[in-house]
Structure formats: C-alpha cells, structure tokens
C-alpha cells in the first residue's frame, strides 16, 4: 500500500476526535462552497458538487451543515471567497507531495505551507515539477474476502481493477464520479470497505525502507494537513507494512 491511501487507513484507525472532525468538517465546507460556487447548487446538474456531497455524507457531516455550506457556496447566504492553490515539494527521501489548498488569502496560505517544508526537512517544488505524476481516480479499500469475490463484485459495480494491498486488503480503483457508488455497491454484496475516496494517485512509488526517513515524511505530511487551508496532502511514498507499524506506533 502506498502514498495517501496508507496515510488515509492510518488516520481511519487511529480514530477521529471531536476536534479533529471539526476541522475535517470545515474543510469539507470550503469545498462545498466552491463547488456551489463554480457550478450551482443543484447537485443533479453539478457532478463535482454531488461528489462532494457524498464525501461529506460519508464523514457524517450533518443535512444541515452540508446545506448552509452550499447556500453560502451559491451566494444565497453570505460566506467567504475561496481560491483553490495547488502546491508541490518533495519530502525527505525525495518523496513527492502534492498539497491541495482552499484559501481566502494566498499569501498566508503560501507561507504556512513554505515555513512547514523548512521546519520539517522538505523542499517546495516548482509547479509541475510532480504534480505530472498524478492522476485523480476512486480509490477503495476492501478488507477480507478473497480476490475472486471482490473482483467480481467491483467489476460489475463499474469498478477498473482490484490489486492485493496487504494481507486479506484489496485495492479498488474505478473513475473518481462513481466511487461512493462502487463502495455501496460492495456493502450490498457483502463486502466490508475499509475506506472509500475520490484521491490523487501517482503513476511513479518511491520505495522508503529507513525508519527515519519514513518517520519525517509522516511528521511533514501530518502538519501539513493541520493547516487550516490544506484541503489534502497526496504523496508516492511506498512504505512497508511492517515499517508502517513501527514509525507510527
């Protein structure tokens, strides 16, 4: 398992607290906003909107909330103007990061995230100088079963392939529009899904096999997601299960 979607399961086991889901509920706001903005409030019409939607759904953000988040997004209701940034840099071991950011002031948004490479060993990038490399796709994660089982069941629920992803976990890719219906989909079939998102996926893995290493590029990925604009952090990095384990015990 490799980059964000190794990053995604640690975070779903550790848990969410209370103050931890509030800050993924206000990004999530940010994107329903700009979603609104740039396509409408109608979700029938405005596929990245419903993606949205469906995203926010599946971290339980309330009706209420999502529909305050899209009034304001529509301009039926006053909320903020934001703009969305992508940043690249590289984490130690020359590991790839691309940083997705909503912000409503560029600047600060530009030097929190160059004072955040300093501190912690990274380096920016130029633009494209990575972001080349990735792709956005829907990515699932199926835990037990066996290959031929979820094969069937993710193909027929329009999914692209399904790979080994550890023991007893499957990885399930399909197009970035369908991927909650894939995930319900697999439920219905029986399948217990692990995690499902619409996420960057690099076409190149760097491999990370020392502990240090592996242990800075956790800790700059981790403060980088605790800005307040950073919407997500994508990386290549390929970590061993067994290393996963120990760096982040």
Not at 128 to 137: C, E, L, N, Y
Not at 146 to 160: I, K, Q
């Amino acid at each position: 398992m490799s980059g964000h979607s190794k990053w995604a399961t640690i975070k779903h086991k550790k848990g969410a607290a209370d103050k931890a889901r509030a800050k993924v509920f206000n990004k999530i706001a940010r994107q329903l906003e700009v979603a609104a903005r740039e396509g409408g409030a109608d979700a029938t019409s405005n596929a990245s909107l419903r993606t949205v939607i469906l995203k926010a759904k599946a971290a339980q953000m309330t009706n209420d909330a999502i529909d305050r988040a899209v009034k304001r997004g529509a301009g039926l209701s006053d909320g903020g103007t934001y703009e969305a940034i992508t940043y690249e840099g590289y984490a130690p071991g020359g590991v790839a990061l691309l940083i997705d950011v909503l912000t409503d002031n560029r600047n600060r948004s530009g030097a929190d995230v160059r004072s955040t490479f300093s501190k912690l060993g990274g380096s920016m990038a130029e633009p494209g100088a990575v972001g080349w490399q990735f792709s956005r796709r829907g990515v699932l994660s199926v835990n037990g079963s066996d290959e031929d089982t979820v094969m069937m069941a993710a193909l027929e629920a329009g999914a692209d392939d399904v790979s080994a992803d550890g023991d007893a976990v499957w990885r399930v890719t399909c197009d970035p529009s369908i991927v909650y219906d894939v995930r319900d989909a697999l439920q219905a079939a029986g399948l217990d899904v692990g995690s499902a998102e619409s996420t960057m996926v690099s076409s190149l893995t760097v491999e990370v096999t020392d502990a240090d290493d592996a242990r800075k590029i956790l800790r700059i990925m981790d403060a980088l997601e605790e800005l307040d604009d950073v919407q997500d952090v994508y990386s290549n990095f390929d970590i061993s299960d067994e290393l996963m384990e120990e760096v982040s015990a």
